[in-house]
């Protein structure tokens, strides 16, 4: 029997993305979908709390079931696991996201809040994103690439407590892959202000993106994408800092008030 793989994502269940993810997993495994009723960008590892959650099935035929939901990304994986799985599933997937969660802006992104909820718990998990947030953009190049990523992580798994954030650039033929750092940068201008025709102002999330001169070597991941290869990043649950912690431990530790 083929394995199980849980997918979510952050653009709905109806997005091209992710049944382009579907159409990649289908040959490798049989699927489990549950995914947002809507688009739920940038919400990172939200949760619901204030109103009630909903799922509803959508499709089940040919080893793919479809559940939408009515909360986060991360209500969708937990409700998974909650009251839709009979199974524990081989692999965590969420993708495959209309634009890149490169750089910084994979702490943001609700498609890795999907993949660090399957790393949480345990289980192998990877992110794909597209560099282009055209609701209609090309998948067809990702697919042989999602296939052997899935295919070794299958068979080889994660470091637990550890998961992948895969980035393609929006062309049709990759220079090849690179396993890439996080590349450090910061977004500027965030809030654009605008005028209330009923009076005061109103804002609108926008921004440019820059990435630190300092990050821009050939293994941070926004680089490796601007040069056309796809960047595969491991990222790491425990954000401990270690260093500091062994010097704060030496120079606070001690104190006698």
């Not at 739920?40 to 959508?58: D, H, N, Q």
């Not at 056309?228 to 790491?236: Q, S």
Request: hydrophobic residues 40%.
């Amino acid at each position: 029997m083929k394995p199980l793989i849980l997918i979510s994502n952050d653009d709905g269940y109806q997005s091209c993305g992710l049944q382009s993810l579907i159409e990649a997993l289908r040959p490798l495994a049989r699927l489990m979908v549950v995914a947002p009723d809507k688009g739920r960008s940038g919400m990172a590892c939200a949760c619901t709390f204030s109103v009630p959650v909903y799922k509803w099935l959508v499709t089940d035929n040919d080893d793919v079931t479809v559940w939408g939901c009515s909360g986060t990304p991360v209500d969708c994986v937990k409700l998974a696991f909650a009251d839709v799985l009979n199974e524990r599933p081989a692999m965590v997937v969420g993708g495959i996201n209309h634009g890149d969660n490169s750089a910084v802006n994979a702490h943001y992104s609700g498609t890795m809040g999907v993949v660090y909820e399957g790393a949480m718990k345990g289980i192998p998990s990877v992110a794909f994103s597209l560099d282009s947030h055209d609701a209609f953009a090309d998948f067809t190049p990702l697919i042989p690439w999602i296939r052997h990523i899935t295919t070794y992580v299958l068979e080889h798994g994660l470091p637990k407590g550890t998961c992948l954030n895969v980035n393609f650039p929006a062309i049709p033929e990759y220079k090849g892959l690179r396993v890439c750092r996080m590349a450090w940068g910061e977004w500027k201008n965030e809030f654009e202000r605008r005028p209330h025709p009923r009076g005061g102002d109103y804002y609108w999330l926008t921004g440019a993106f820059e990435l630190d001169a300092t990050a821009a070597a050939a293994d941070a991941d926004r680089v490796a994408l601007n040069q056309g290869y796809i960047a595969v990043t491991p990222f790491r649950l425990d954000a401990t800092d270690y260093a500091l912690k062994a010097e704060l431990e030496q120079a606070l530790d001690n104190f006698n008030p």
